[in-house]
């Protein structure tokens, strides 16, 4: 299971951080993953991070702004969310996956995605 927290309401410019946290004792076999869903659109790609924190994937929309990291001691993964913007706004979630493939372009779909957690919502004010 995964448990997301760390959204809030905050105004544009400022930071967030962003917390999931996982049930097992196999959280470092798997790659996980940040999507977001705004209100009316369809789930997006954020960020992926494979299973040893040494390879991350990022889309264009938060790169240079947005870091993933983890902690496979705490069964943890972050997102540092850095100069927010108003269209940051959506329920973030937390994804867990072995996929098949650790190419950029197969992580970026949900589909592929086994293990989701409940969703933190950030608002970001304009």
């Known amino acids: 299971q995964l448990q997301a927290s760390g959204g809030g309401l905050v105004q544009a410019g400022g930071s967030l951080r962003l917390f999931c946290t996982a049930s097992?004792?196999?959280?470092?076999?798997?790659?996980m993953g940040w999507f977001r869903q705004a209100p009316g659109k369809e789930r997006e790609f954020v960020v992926a991070?494979?299973?040893?924190?040494?390879?991350?994937y990022y889309d264009d929309s938060v790169k240079g702004r947005f870091t993933i990291s983890r902690d496979n001691a705490k069964n943890t993964v972050y997102l540092q969310m850095n100069s927010l913007k108003a269209e940051d706004t959506a329920v973030y979630y937390c994804?867990?996956?072995?996929?098949?493939?650790?190419?950029?372009?197969?992580?970026?779909?949900?589909?592929?995605?086994?293990?989701w957690g409940q969703g933190t919502l950030v608002t970001v004010s304009s």
């Open positions: 994804a867990a996956t072995q996929p098949l493939s650790d190419s950029s372009h197969y992580l970026r779909s949900a589909s592929h995605f086994q293990h």
């Open positions: 097992g004792r196999t959280f470092s076999t798997y790659v």
């Open positions: 991070i494979n299973w040893s924190g040494g390879i991350t």
